[in-house]
Nanobody, 114 residues
Framework: QVQLVESGGGLVQAGGSLRLSCAASGRIFSLNVAWYRQTPGKQRELVAAITSGGTTNYRDSAKGRFTISRDNDKNTVYLQMNSLKPEDTAVYYC?????????WGTGTLVTVSS
C-alpha cells in the first residue's frame, strides 16, 4: 500500500507560479510518477510524468511552463508551474503505478484568477 499526499495548491493570479508536492509513504525510486488534473464534468487528464530514470513528458499545454521533478531521497515528486493561466484551474492529483496497482492522492486545488 502506498499513500500519496499532494500539497502546494492555492489561489494565484494569472501569470503567477505554484509548486506542487507529492509525498509518498514508501520508496518511489524505481517507480514512474505522474501528475493529473481534473475539472468538474471533465475526465482526469495527464499533465506531466517522470520515469524512474528521470525522463519527463508533458501535455502540450504544459510544455515550457511546467516542470516535473523528483527527489527520491525524500520520496517526493514536484510540479513547478509557471505562467499559470485560468484554464490551469483544476484539482491536481499525483499518481503512481506499483506492481500493477494504481495509487492516487486526494488532490490539491489550484485556482488561477484572471
Amino acid at each position: 500500500q502506498v499513500q500519496l499526499v499532494e500539497s502546494g495548491g492555492g489561489l494565484v493570479q494569472a501569470g503567477g507560479s505554484l509548486r506542487l508536492s507529492c509525498a509518498a509513504s514508501g520508496r518511489i525510486f524505481s517507480l514512474n510518477v505522474a501528475w493529473y488534473r481534473q475539472t468538474p464534468g471533465k475526465q482526469r487528464e495527464l499533465v506531466a510524468a517522470i520515469t524512474s530514470g528521470g525522463t519527463t513528458n508533458y501535455r502540450d499545454s504544459a510544455k515550457g511552463r511546467f516542470t516535473i521533478s523528483r527527489d527520491n531521497d525524500k520520496n517526493t515528486v514536484y510540479l513547478q508551474m509557471n505562467s499559470l493561466k485560468p484554464e490551469d484551474t483544476a484539482v491536481y492529483y499525483c499518481n503512481l503505478n506499483r506492481l500493477g496497482v494504481f495509487y492516487w492522492g486526494t488532490g490539491t486545488l489550484v485556482t488561477v484568477s484572471s
